[in-house]
């Protein structure tokens, strides 16, 4: 049996088949079914068409206001950017104007500054010819001049201190110092052998004769060791032969060199000092160690020694007599104080480093049986103790020593502690040796000073002690940078 199709519909039109009761033929069937579909289809098609073609203008129309709302954005920034280019034009011509402007100001400016400098040197130059300076007499400039030296012993010459600053202000000044030899009688040299330059020996030889013939105090360092002076004469250096040529002026004499160097210094000229401070430098070869320096004997009284090399025979025996003042620190060489004593029989002051060896201090112990010794004439006993001789050195020799001495001339006794590393504490340190060393003294003020020391917790009562011995007791503190240097200055 035929079965009719589904009517067919589409978005728009909707178009649907009647179901025939009639019985026709197939064929007549088919062709009219087919008729009818084609039919549809095409209006289906035209109906899909005419919704495409809307929607294409639709899209097209929304693109073409896309477009001009673009076209109209570029033409607006086209505008901003030909005016903002007018104005920026506009801005660096007035910044160019305001440039030359400046420049010309600059200008008037550089003008104005340097008739400015003109007046001011005028004013200063106008100030300096009124300035009670200038009218103050030359002894009075030579006494101002001689305050300004530097403190130290021996004068480093350097611009920028006296008397070569002095030299550097005005003709007037640099007359006054170059003929005031007080400015010139010290100077501390370094002698480098031939290497030494020209120049500082010619400086040397300007400062020298500004002196004239003052007394000097000069100080010698030469590094080179006496191994290398072995195989080169050091006559041969200008600046030693300089130093040579004035050495009848030198009164204080500090050298610092190897035995070689001191030897060839002390025999190449007509030395007279009264004030020496020898330094020998440890070297691998010792020559004439055992023979004294031929230093003059009739005004030496200030001596002191420096290394373990420095030997106390260094000084002419026949100058003990009248050495009054004597510093040693020789570390690694024993020191006996009774000999020490014995051989200097006018010694008014004793200054003496200990260190520490062997488990004790580098002191000879006096024998069993040794007598008391006076000493008439002593009367300052000062003695720097290493930071080791404090730390482990025993005392019990030193108490003995002090208790064989009898000094009535004695005033001062100091202890002063080297170690920064060791808190020493004064009632370590001989209380009742001192005690018994400052009762032969017939001083009517005797001073007990302890430096760097730790004090003791009853120091008032300790002080009342000693007070009844008239004893005056000091515990300050002096610093620990103290060198062998810095205790000759103090003695000098």
């Known amino acids: 049996m035929f079965e009719p ?10 178009t649907e088949v009647p179901f025939c009761s009639t019985i026709v033929p197939q064929k007549s069937l088919n062709m009219s079914l087919s008729t009818e579909t084609s039919l549809v289809h095409c209006r289906a098609m035209d109906s899909v068409t005419v919704v495409s073609t809307k929607q294409l203008d639709t899209v097209l129309c929304t693109m073409n206001f896309a477009n001009s709302l673009l076209e109209m954005e570029i033409y607006e920034a086209r505008i901003a950017l030909q005016r903002d280019a007018e104005e920026l034009l506009n801005i660096d011509s007035v910044v160019d104007s305001l440039q030359a402007e400046i420049e010309a100001i600059r200008m008037r400016m550089a003008t104005q500054q340097e ?21 103050l007499p030359t002894e009075i400039l030579q006494q101002i001049f001689k305050s300004c030296l530097p403190n130290d012993r021996y004068v480093v010459p350097h611009i920028m201190s006296a008397p070569l600053l002095l030299c550097q202000i005005c003709r007037r000044w640099r007359n006054i110092a170059l003929t005031t030899p007080e400015l010139w009688s010290s100077i501390d040299v370094h002698d480098w052998g031939v290497w030494t330059a020209d120049f500082y ?3 040397v030889a300007r400062w020298l004769a500004a002196a004239r013939n003052r007394p000097l105090a000069v100080s010698v360092m030469c590094l080179q060791k006496w191994d290398w002076f072995r195989q080169y004469d050091p006559t041969q250096s200008g600046l030693f032969r300089l130093l040579a040529s004035h050495s009848a002026q030198f009164r204080d004499l500090h050298i610092q060199a190897s ?13 007279a000092v009264k004030h020496i401070l020898i330094s020998v430098m440890p070297t691998s070869f010792l020559v004439n160690s055992g023979h004294p320096l031929t230093l003059g004997t009739s005004n030496i009284t200030h001596v002191a020694l ?23 620190d020789r570390p690694g060489a024993e020191v006996d104080f009774m000999k020490i004593l014995l051989d200097f029989p006018a010694l008014v002051e004793l200054k003496v480093k200990l260190f520490f060896h062997n488990e004790n201090l580098e002191i000879v112990h006096p024998p069993a049986d040794a007598m008391t010794l006076k000493h008439q004439a ?3 006993l000062s003695i720097y103790l290493s930071e080791d001789a404090l730390q482990f050195g025993d005392v019990t020799p030193l108490a003995r020593i002090f208790d064989l001495l009898s000094l009535p001339s004695l005033r001062e006794l100091a202890f002063v502690a080297l170690g920064p590393g060791w808190e020493a504490t004064v009632d370590e340190w001989l209380p009742d040796s001192v ?3 400052f009762s ?3 001083c009517s003020a005797k001073r007990l000073l302890y430096r760097n020391f730790k004090r003791p917790l009853d120091m008032i009562d300790s002080r009342e002690q000693l007070r009844t011995l008239a004893i005056d007791l000091r515990v300050d503190n002096a610093g620990f940078g103290c060198h062998w240097y810095d205790i000759v200055s103090q003695q000098f």
């Open 5 to 14: 199709r589904v009517p067919l519909r589409t978005t728009v039109y909707e």
């Open 115 to 135: 008739k400015r400098r003109a007046v001011e040197t005028r004013i200063l130059e106008n100030k300096a010819r009124i300035s009670p300076a200038r009218f």
């Open 201 to 203: 020996t010619a400086m």
């Open 259 to 271: 035995r070689g160097y001191i030897d060839a210094f002390i025999v190449s000229g007509a030395y």
């Open 306 to 328: 420096c290394g373990k090399e420095a030997l106390i025979k260094l000084i002419p025996r026949a100058t003990f007599p009248q050495i009054t003042h004597l510093t040693l």
């Open 378 to 380: 002593l009367e300052i």
């Open 435 to 437: 005690k018994v060393l």
């Open 440 to 442: 032969g003294s017939s």
